[in-house]
């Protein structure tokens, strides 16, 4: 018995140091009752309360004021003009949306003003404006997009958001956006945007894409909570949730989805404002 003891000892003390790695590479960070209360079981609209046959078009003032109206949460994306102005469009590229074969970042906001969403009269709005049209009358989750200049991205996105009497998150697919608000707004609670590594699609390399799937990088940023596609979980994804994570499902066209998770961004569909896992 000493001896089998004596070889599987070695064994057990890899085994719980990989794990111990592990845990410390993926591990959320701390989030108080009181921060969390603004999220918990709510559904977001994605990208305002936008239509699928896009007569009120995605990431609208529209889609804002009728998902504010109603009282939802609503999820958007913040990106820069050219000319440095943080508005409110998902794509990097116009042409889903607009038509327009260019880059957002390279259009000045005076040029995306111009611009028609979906062939509505509806154009791109600024963060400000968007602000403006939701009041408080429902929580965001602000999706900072990776592009040419994050860290102005972030410093002027916070600025906005110092100045909003409403309830807020932050969120991105690129960790170091995360880690710049874990080091220099730490009060705004912040969450881990990622889909498994097959979904990544050509957008980065295979290694890249299975780090950033795999929550790997969860130490730089420590992020609060995690927005994962729904989609099978790796076991990393599960742990940092086991470890506390708040867990937010992406996009959800389904009123089951409300049993697993602690929020919901949905679209297509119009959900109870709240809800209360069973």
Known sequence: MNETLKRLLPAA???????????????????????KKPFMYRNFAHRGLHKRDKSVPENSIAAFERAS?????????????RDGEVVVFHDDTLNRVCGVDSRVDEKTYAELKEMSLCGTEETVPL??????TVRG???????LKNGRSNKELCEKT?????????????????????????????????????SPPKDYGGEVNGITAFVLGNLLLNFLARPQFIAYKIA?????????EALGAMKVCWTSHDWVNEKSYDVVIFEFYKPKLKYKNK
């Open 13 to 35: 003390i890899v085994a719980g140091a990989a794990m111990g790695g592990l845990v410390f590479l993926v591990a959320p960070g701390r989030i108080c009752r009181w921060q």
């Open 69 to 81: 109206a109603k009282g939802y949460g609503m999820e958007l994306d913040v990106q820069l003009s």
């Open 127 to 132: 963060f400000s404006e968007v602000l403006k």
């Open 137 to 143: 009358r429902g929580p965001l989750i602000v999706e």
């Open 158 to 194: 916070y600025a906005l958001l110092k100045d909003y009497n409403g309830e807020y998150c932050i969120e991105s697919f690129n960790p170091m956006i995360v880690r710049w608000f874990r080091k220099n707004a730490p009060e705004i609670v912040r969450g881990q945007l990622a």
């Open 232 to 240: 099978p979980k790796p076991f990393t994804v599960k742990l940092c």
